[in-house]
């Protein structure tokens, strides 16, 4: 184990530091967030991936949305909130969608990551209550702070 991995190991923090993206758009007045099918277990996700070294957070976040969304023109309105998970720091940000993008839309995965080369399907879903229980891989944990942001 490198030892980064065993200091944060010895002071209990996590050694990974990931960013999830709510991408969001208004549609007929309907507040929506951008979402995939989920290849590792039945559900939807978000976008989503590890920060690179020399990286901010904000960085990590548009460079994630590129890279698995193919979405470039995101704006980070603000973070949402920070969770610890295993070995993960979780950090979640609120994104207003590009204009243009497509109600459904297939992305093949770009960069050098694990899921390179990857398809995802991606399409819009409304933001409501129950959204946070079909979001899966962790991705769920702050729709809540979407809705009553005046996002739903």
Avoid at 119 to 128: A, L, N, S
């Amino acid at each position: 184990m490198p030892r980064a991995g065993i200091l944060a190991d010895m002071i209990g923090r996590p050694e990974t530091d990931k960013v999830f993206a709510y991408v969001t758009r208004i549609t007929d007045g309907r507040h929506e967030l951008l979402v995939f099918e989920s290849l590792d277990e039945p559900g939807i996700e978000v976008p989503k991936g590890a920060v690179e070294e020399q990286e901010t957070l904000t960085e990590a976040v548009l460079r994630e949305l590129f890279e698995e969304a193919g979405l470039t023109e995101a704006r980070i309105v603000r973070p949402l909130g920070t969770a610890d998970w295993n070995d993960e720091r979780q950090h979640f940000f609120l994104v207003e969608a590009p204009a243009g993008v497509p109600d459904a839309f297939t992305h093949v995965i770009t960069g050098d990551g694990v899921d390179a080369g990857l398809r995802y399907q991606y399409h819009w879903v409304p933001i409501e209550a129950q959204l946070g229980d079909r979001l899966v891989q962790g991705c769920g944990r702050f729709v809540e702070a979407l809705r009553t942001a005046g996002n739903a």
